[in-house]
């Protein structure tokens, strides 16, 4: 969806879009959300250390967003899943190196390494993918012979959805489930990373997220009602996501003739909107390379208020328009749930005392350099962050 233009884009968007992005559209895979952030964070209740967040967060990540592709839960928690999240791994460093590449690719002729390995990891993505619609659209025709489609397909079901849409064809079902699958997985681990990296190290902004959470009680479920409730917990995300841009630029090929700023710009060029340099801008941003959630907080009295976000278009972590993310509300809601029920049970610190910013590399989406490690403790009742 990402290479397609025109009509061809318009059909695979449209059909998708009608379910991904309505308001109401995520609310009902909260409850499946939080099932298997619930299973995380049980994972955690001796204590310890992560030994490699990003790991450990694809794992997590893989199972929500599974569920929402596929409709069913993989397994990836119990170590016991039919995919493994590590081939979505190779398939975005085979990207990276490609796209840094210099001459033509080596792999359109002969079969390189390089594509071996791209090829292993797509064909096994692809086959879960098959694997997982065949069963589906045997389900469906089970349902249809029964008479009982319209109940069959009424629950929250992308695939099934998807599936009966008359304009959608197995393909384009195909080509969109793993489109969200694989960019979702990825994109939305590595934005967790940074985050709960840059909640550890800033042991404040922790408290006051967790205090936040604790209104809505220590022990008690999250719930999209409670969800709602949390601004600290959304300024985080979007903080992160201004802190490290998932993206580094979005681009847009002009279909008339422009002036931008003075210039004459002709049709068909590409633009470039240079997302990380704005938002390392100290003229749009106060202090740049600091955590400050704050920025993101409406009727406030905490910050300061030259601190605040005064340009809402500084930062578009999801692109902006007809070619916006398909997955952003269920990413958010994905990343709020998980964090909120991590963060409810436990206090999280880094091994070592640091004040600098975590190294990144984008390969399409900004991933850490480094390996990510995390002290946890069980969070007692009315507690304090504690290091």
Not at 87 to 112: C, H, M, N, Q, W
Not at 151 to 168: I, N
Not at 218 to 232: A, G, R
Request: glycine residues 6%.
């Amino acid at each position: 969806m990402i290479s397609l233009k025109g009509e061809a884009w318009v059909n695979l968007r449209r059909p998708t879009q009608e379910q991904m992005l309505r308001p109401t559209a995520v609310s009902s895979y909260v409850s499946s959300l939080s099932d298997v952030a619930s299973d995380f964070v049980d994972m955690y209740q001796n204590e310890g250390q992560i030994d490699d967040l990003k790991s450990a967060m694809s794992k997590v990540v893989t199972e929500s967003t599974g569920m929402l592709c596929f409709n069913k839960r993989l397994g990836c928690l119990e170590g016991a899943s039919v995919i493994d999240s590590a081939y979505v791994d190779d398939i975005f460093e085979a990207s990276e190196k490609d796209l840094k590449r210099f001459g033509p690719g080596l792999y359109k002729y002969i079969s390189t390494p390089l594509y071996r390995k791209f090829e292993r990891a797509a064909d096994h993505i692809f086959g879960v993918a098959n694997t997982e619609l065949k069963e589906a659209t045997g389900k469906i025709e089970q349902a249809k012979a029964e008479g009982r489609l319209q109940e069959f397909v009424k629950g929250p079901s992308l695939l099934y959805a998807l599936l009966t849409h008359p304009d959608m064809t197995p393909e384009m079902v195909q080509s969109v489930i793993l489109d969200l699958f694989v960019a979702g997985v990825e994109s939305t681990t590595n934005v967790l990373c940074f985050l709960w990296y840059e909640l550890a190290k800033n042991q404040d902004k922790q408290q006051k997220l967790q205090e936040e959470i604790a209104t809505f009680g220590d022990n008690n479920e999250i719930t999209k009602e409670s969800l709602l409730q949390m601004p600290y917990l959304k300024a985080c995300v979007k903080e992160i996501m201004r802190q490290y841009p998932p993206s580094p630029s979005i681009c847009r090929q002009l279909e008339e003739d422009t002036v931008i700023n003075g210039y004459n710009v002709s049709a068909g060029t590409e633009v470039h909107l240079l997302l990380q340099n704005i938002c390392e801008n100290p003229k749009y941003f106060k202090n740049p390379d600091d955590f400050l959630p704050e920025r993101f907080l409406r009727d406030s009295d905490s910050g300061d208020n030259d601190m605040r976000n005064l340009y809402p278009y500084a930062t578009l972590p999801f692109g902006i328009g007809a070619r916006s993310c398909l997955g952003r509300r269920f990413a958010e809601t994905e990343m709020y749930m998980i964090t909120a029920k991590f963060f409810q049970r436990y206090n999280v610190s880094l091994p070592f005392t640091t004040n600098k910013k975590l190294k990144r590399r984008y390969r399409i989406f900004a991933t850490p350099v480094e390996e990510i490690k995390l002290k946890i403790k069980q969070k007692s009742k009315g507690s304090k962050v504690i290091d």
